[in-house]
């Protein structure tokens, strides 16, 4: 699976975005998704995940209300709706797919494919 994340800009704080993750291959949708952020200096934090099978989800605590992550298996894509971007959310924003397990994990180490990073900049 190849993954090609879009969708990241300037906003001010308050403001919304859309991040989108297209996927080529033909077992997308036997792949869990997640989306992970990351700053200079700093670990990759985990964001958001979706599981392939039931479509369940798991978020971070601090975007846990503001952020949505969804999926489309038909058109090969992962969303995540951003509102209520705040200065703390700028990052580096990544893709990831996990073929291997069952549940879906916020552990970067457990995913096997990983997009290009868009950038998200918050201004407050």
């Known amino acids: 699976v190849q993954l090609q994340a879009s969708g990241g800009g300037l906003v001010q704080a308050g403001g919304s975005l859309r991040l989108s993750c297209a996927a080529s291959?033909?077992?997308?949708?036997?792949?869990?998704m997640g989306w992970f952020r990351q700053v200079p200096g700093k670990e990759r934090e985990f964001v958001a995940a979706v599981r392939w099978t039931d479509g369940n989800t798991l978020y971070s605590d601090s975007v846990k209300g503001r952020f949505t992550i969804s999926r489309d298996n038909a058109k090969r894509t992962v969303y995540l709706q951003m509102n209520n971007l705040q200065p703390e959310d700028t990052a580096e924003y990544y893709c990831?797919?996990?073929?291997?397990?069952?549940?879906?994990?916020?552990?970067?180490?457990?995913?096997?494919?990983w997009g290009q990073g868009t950038q998200v900049t918050v201004s407050s």
């Open positions: 990831a797919g996990d073929r291997i397990h069952y549940r879906i994990t916020n552990n970067p180490v457990d995913y096997d494919y």
């Open positions: 291959g033909r077992t997308f949708d036997t792949v869990n």
